[in-house]
């Protein structure tokens, strides 16, 4: 088989002159997908009470960026739990500076240290996916600022509660993922078997 046939065959449907009617389904199908999240977030009590819509959409975005397999979604899953404890390493040790009188300059000083080791986990089988560490660390700070946690818990309660928000919900985005790769990949495989016929 020559290299253009073999290019071709692994090509997507919209550049395998599919028509649109046949390609239509994708779409219609993830915007089920997408659905069905608000529906879970309806009825998520109390089996998923730490899951959150908005941090799962995101983390099934990550799943594809990752690579679409599930050695790309468990480095997705790393990456977040890696992005959370750099969060709070940062917060620790914001807080210490803060302490020694660096004002404003206590959070920039506090960033770059964990920056660095961050950026060194590239190096590190499994957890080298640093985008997803990036992305987890940004929604953990957003879950720390914005969200209102039932209670009134303390600090290290409140950083294992958004831990668990983000960990739930990161989870749900990676099991969306693989169903979404596995239901395209059958169906492009059987409207690409069709065109052949």
Same mark, same amino acid.
């Given at each position: 088989?020559?290299?253009?046939?073999?290019?071709?065959?692994?090509?997507?449907?919209?550049?395998?002159?599919?028509?649109?009617?046949?390609?239509?389904? !994708?779409?219609?199908? !993830?915007?089920? #997908?997408?659905?069905?999240?608000?529906?879970?977030? !309806?009825?998520?009590?109390?089996?998923?009470?730490?899951?959150?819509? @908005?941090?799962?959409?995101?983390? @099934? %975005?990550?799943?594809?960026?990752?690579?679409?397999?599930l050695k790309g979604g468990g480095?997705?899953?790393? %990456?977040?739990?890696?992005?959370?404890?750099?969060?709070? %390493? !940062?917060?620790?040790?914001?807080?210490?500076?803060?302490?020694?009188?660096?004002?404003?300059?206590?959070?920039?000083?506090? $960033?770059?240290?964990v920056v660095v080791l961050v950026?060194?986990?590239?190096?590190?089988?499994?957890?080298?996916?640093?985008?997803?560490?990036?992305?987890?660390?940004?929604?953990?700070?957003?879950?720390? =600022?914005?969200?209102?946690?039932?209670?009134?818990?303390?600090? @290290?309660?409140?950083?294992?509660?958004?831990?668990?928000? #983000?960990?739930?919900?990161?989870?749900?985005?990676?099991?969306?993922?693989? $169903?979404?790769?596995?239901?395209?990949?059958?169906?492009?495989?059987?409207?690409?078997?069709? =065109?052949?016929?």
């Amino acid at each position: 088989m020559s290299g253009a046939a073999t290019a071709s065959s692994a090509a997507p449907l919209q550049e395998q002159h599919v028509t649109f009617g046949k390609f239509f389904f !994708i779409p219609v199908f !993830i915007a089920l #997908l997408a659905s069905s999240m608000m529906v879970l977030d !309806i009825y998520k009590e109390p089996t998923l009470r730490h899951y959150l819509p @908005w941090v799962s959409f995101q983390a @099934w %975005a990550m799943y594809f960026l990752a690579g679409c397999t599930l050695k790309g979604g468990g480095k997705v899953m790393l %990456a977040y739990l890696g992005g959370a404890a750099a969060s709070v %390493a !940062i917060f620790e040790l914001a807080g210490l500076c803060a302490g020694w009188g660096l004002g404003q300059a206590a959070v920039p000083v506090a $960033v770059f240290p964990v920056v660095v080791l961050v950026i060194c986990a590239e190096r590190v089988p499994g957890f080298s996916f640093v985008p997803g560490w990036f992305v987890g660390a940004g929604v953990y700070f957003a879950l720390m =600022g914005l969200y209102k946690f039932p209670g009134d818990p303390g600090k @290290w309660d409140k950083y294992l509660q958004a831990g668990l928000y #983000l960990m739930v919900s990161c989870a749900v985005g990676m099991v969306y993922g693989i $169903v979404t790769v596995f239901i395209r990949t059958r169906y492009e495989s059987l409207v690409k078997g069709k =065109g052949k016929k």
